[in-house]
């Protein structure tokens, strides 16, 4: 009996300890059984493609939860950032329309951040708001930049070979969102996980009266987040508008919502000060197959966005659920 017990015990353990693993494997696997299409090279290609804008927006979102904040600016930075890109790639060029859409979406984060914190807004709610309303404020101001129009690459009359190839491009078998992802999916892990400013990151996400008595200086690493998740949502938007070739001023709609799930998913928690870009992977991962794997079974638009709410409200109450046997046991 005892051994059985112990059988249990590892096994509950185990689906506790990688339950992101193995959600990702038996949805994979019944969509195998119910449409076998799911394997087929388009698809694949189709989900790695999916994989690269969401990727990104949720590795800038990962920062901000860490240390106890929500950036829901991330849609309007994406609208901006895509919107002066692509207009400034005929009289620039693309290489100089690339690097200032990049820088763009940090200034927009530091903006974030200064107004964070000159307002004092040091909790999440606080900060959540502001970043909502400047959300708003960096969408119309995208209308006002496009005129309410979407812009085609194909009409533009100069080179847009990297653009091209930063949304069709492969090396190997591999698309170069996913490489670029992958390159700053280690910078960051490495950033946060081995240096003095990333290790700061996470204190002060866990307590910041302690994080700033302990002599880690608050107000500098709520900027460093936030200007990292402006810069990460505008290469999100950059790669987004290489893949479906048009931009429109609401193209970053609903990334914000689909970051915070991936990387609640992905295991890192609301209350801040634990989690991990390598978790929030997993996340992105999950969210991506989820809604490839509705859009084959034919699920309708509408069944999908209740479906996804469900999955968002199901992660949030499960690490509320978490923190609080943590603080109970």
Not at 26 to 40: D, G, M, Q, R, W
Not at 99 to 117: E, R, T
Not at 310 to 324: G, P
């Amino acid at each position: 009996m005892s051994t059985l017990s112990n059988v249990f015990t590892k096994v509950t353990k185990f689906l506790k300890e990688y339950m992101i693993m193995v959600a990702i494997i038996a949805l994979v696997v019944v969509t195998i059984i119910v449409e076998p299409k799911f394997l087929s090279t388009q698809n694949i290609t189709n989900i790695m493609g999916q994989l690269g804008a969401l990727s990104f927006v949720a590795l800038g979102m990962t920062f901000a939860i860490v240390s106890g904040f929500i950036d829901l600016s991330v849609a309007g930075i994406i609208n901006i950032v895509a919107v002066t890109t692509i207009s400034l790639i005929q009289p620039l060029g693309q290489v100089p329309a690339l690097l200032i859409g990049l820088a763009l979406g940090a200034l927009l984060g530091f903006i974030n951040s200064s107004l964070v914190v000159s307002a004092g807004a040091m909790s999440m709610f606080d900060a959540l708001f502001i970043t909502f309303g400047m959300s708003t404020v960096y969408s119309a101001m995208a209308l006002i930049i496009s005129g309410g129009s979407t812009q085609q690459m194909r009409w533009l009359e100069t080179d847009i070979s990297i653009f091209n190839t930063i949304g069709s491009g492969t090396v190997s078998i591999f698309p170069v969102p996913i490489i670029i992802f992958l390159v700053c999916l280690v910078l960051l892990h490495i950033f946060l996980s081995k240096t003095y400013r990333g290790r700061s990151i996470m204190l002060s996400g866990g307590n910041k009266t302690a994080a700033r008595l302990a002599g880690i200086p608050v107000k500098t690493t709520v900027m460093l987040i936030f200007t990292i998740s402006g810069l990460m949502a505008a290469l999100g938007g950059i790669v987004q508008f290489s893949r479906i070739t048009h931009v429109s001023p609401i193209i970053g709609f609903g990334f914000e919502l689909n970051a915070i799930l991936a990387v609640v998913i992905g295991g890192t928690t609301l209350k801040g000060g634990n989690g991990g870009v390598i978790r929030t992977l997993l996340g992105v991962l999950l969210v991506t197959l989820l809604s490839n794997c509705m859009n084959l079974l034919g699920v309708g638009t509408h069944i999908q966005s209740i479906l996804s709410g469900a999955v968002f409200i199901t992660a949030i109450w499960l690490d509320n659920r978490k923190e609080l046997k943590g603080a109970y046991a």
